[in-house]
């Protein structure tokens, strides 16, 4: 089955910098990549997501780059502030699995003011 | 676009009762729902795959009958823990998809603290 390795387990930015998380997968029928920020308590919320017909999608200050070849895929955040501190989650799913999603194990990601 | 509900956020129970969540998609119709299982500081974990009008599909080490998962409507999935034990005590989330050609879009609820006592 699908494993997803997810680095680094923790990143402290300074405020105005970027912050890069980088995840793996196993399975080469993976096909949609989304990313997660969950806040304390709270349930995740999509960010970002990605499908294994582009390379790389940006919305604003977040882009999402795949590498399919290589079978990684990574978040970045441009211009960080204090309220992107979070936990972040990448996934992968495929119709093979039903599309179940498998998560990584996350990044806590703090932007110190 | 894409909310999801749950109900109730927050339950306190004693040993060996059931306790009931619920879960609605609320702009969308949603054919399948996941629910999940949060310890502290860990990822979440897929429990099971609730399909409308189906039975939920279980994944590996998921006790079925402690974990009843009830798919009535396109809108609506409710999981059921059955005499919960303190070793229960968790967050659970619930997700519902929306189907598009590359895969699902998977929309999360804001979880329901258990604890039970």
């Known amino acids: 089955g699908?494993?997803?390795?997810?680095?680094?387990?923790?990143?402290?930015?300074?405020?105005?910098?970027?912050a890069v998380i980088k995840c793996t997968y196993s399975d080469s029928a993976?096909?949609?990549f989304p990313w997660y920020k969950q806040e304390l308590g709270k349930g995740p919320q999509l960010i970002i997501d990605i499908r294994s017909n582009v390379g790389e999608k940006k919305d604003q200050r977040i882009a999402v780059t795949l590498n399919k070849t290589a079978k990684h895929f990574s978040l970045h955040i441009t211009e960080t502030q204090p309220e992107d501190s979070a936990v972040y989650f990448c996934a992968a799913s495929s119709a093979d699995s039903s599309y179940k999603l498998i998560f990584g194990s996350g990044t806590r990601l703090l932007v110190r003011p | 676009g894409a909310?999801?509900?749950?109900?109730?956020?927050?339950?306190?129970?004693?040993?060996?009762?059931s306790v009931k969540i619920e879960c609605r998609s609320l702009d969308f119709q949603a054919t399948t729902m996941f629910w999940y299982?949060?310890?502290?500081?860990?990822?979440l974990m897929l429990m099971a795959t609730s399909n409308e009008g189906s039975k939920a599909t279980y994944e590996q080490g998921v006790e079925k009958d402690k974990f009843l998962i009830n798919h009535a409507s396109l809108t609506l999935s409710t999981l059921t823990v059955t005499s919960a034990h303190p070793e229960d005590s968790s967050f659970y989330i619930c997700s519902a998809a929306r189907v598009e050609a590359l895969g699902n879009e998977q929309f999360f609820g804001p979880g329901t603290r258990l604890t039970v006592l």
Do not use: A, M, W
């Open chain 1, 2 to 18: 699908e494993n997803v390795e997810q680095h680094p387990s923790t990143l402290s930015v300074q405020e105005g910098d970027s």
């Open chain 1, 30 to 32: 993976s096909n949609y």
């Open chain 2, 3 to 17: 909310v999801v509900s749950q109900h109730p956020s927050r339950v306190i129970c004693k040993s060996g009762t």
């Open chain 2, 37 to 43: 299982r949060q310890f502290p500081k860990q990822s």
